[in-house]
C-alpha cells in the first residue's frame, strides 16, 4: 500500500465550504462595520483548526499557541481590508502560514510536525492505523517507532513540500485553497504533494505495506 493510498481523506463538501464562506463574511461585514465583539465567533470557529496547523508545523505546544493568538491579532488588525476575493477561511490561513513560517526562519527551528494532534482530526484518523496489519499490541509498540522515523523523513523534506502536505493532509483543504494560500498555482501543490508523498514513501518502505 501506497502512502496515497492510506491516507483516508473525508473533506468537507463544496456547498457547505460555500455556506460556511458566507457565513463568515456576514460575521466579518459585521466586525467592520463596528461590532467588533462578533470577531470572537471567527476566533471560537477555526482556533483550534489554525492551532492544529501550526503545530504540525512547529511540534512545539507553546509556540503553536502563540503563534496562534498572534494570526488572530494580526487577522482582527487587519480585517478592514478583506475584501472577500477569497474566502475567510483562505484568507485566516495565509495569516496564520506566513505568521509560522516567519518564526520558523528566525528560530531555525529543525521539528515541523507531529502525528499527535493528526490523530484527534476526522479527516485523518486511521492514517498511522493503515500503514500495518499488525496486532492491537503490535500497532501501539510500532507507532513509537514509526512517530520518530516520520518526525525524520519530514525533517528532510523542505517547508514548501512540509507545508502543503500539512495543509492538504492534516487540514483536509483543497488544491485550489493550498494555491491561494501559499501563492502558487494549483499544479505547483500537486507536484510538491507528489514528491512528499513519493518521499515518504520511500523512507517508510519498511513500514508501510
Known amino acids: 500500500m501506497s502512502i496515497s493510498k492510506a491516507i483516508t481523506k473525508t473533506l468537507v463538501s463544496t456547498p457547505e465550504r ?19 465583539d462578533a470577531f470572537d465567533e471567527l476566533v471560537t470557529k477555526y482556533r483550534e483548526r489554525i492551532y492544529a496547523v501550526v503545530y504540525n508545523l512547529t511540534s512545539n505546544r507553546e ?20 475584501k472577500g476575493k477569497s474566502s475567510f477561511f ?20 529543525r521539528r515541523f510536525f507531529s502525528f499527535e494532534k493528526m490523530n484527534d482530526e476526522d479527516h485523518s484518523a486511521g492514517f498511522i492505523e493503515q500503514l500495518t496489519t499488525d496486532s492491537d499490541s503490535d500497532k501501539k509498540a510500532l507507532m513509537n517507532e514509526l512517530q520518530e522515523k516520520l518526525n525524520d523523513a519530514f ?14 493532509e492534516i487540514d483536509g483543504l483543497s488544491h485550489k485553497e493550498i494555491a491561494d494560500i501559499v501563492g502558487t498555482s494549483v499544479g505547483t501543490v500537486r507536484s510538491r504533494l507528489h514528491y512528499a508523498k513519493q518521499f515518504l514513501q520511500a523512507e517508510l518502505k519498511d513500514y508501510v505495506q
Open 90 to 109: 483562505t484568507w485566516l490561513y495565509r495569516i496564520a502560514l506566513n505568521t509560522t513560517l516567519t518564526h520558523l526562519r528566525k528560530n531555525k527551528l
Open 18 to 36: 460555500r455556506q460556511e464562506a458566507d457565513d463568515d463574511l456576514v460575521i466579518v461585514q459585521k466586525v467592520q462595520a463596528g461590532d467588533v
Open 155 to 168: 525533517q528532510k523534506l523542505s517547508v514548501k513540500h512540509r507545508t502543503v502536505i500539512t495543509l492538504y
Open 63 to 82: 509556540d503553536a499557541s502563540d503563534l496562534t493568538q498572534d494570526a488572530f491579532i494580526k487577522a482582527f488588525q487587519s480585517v478592514g481590508r478583506f
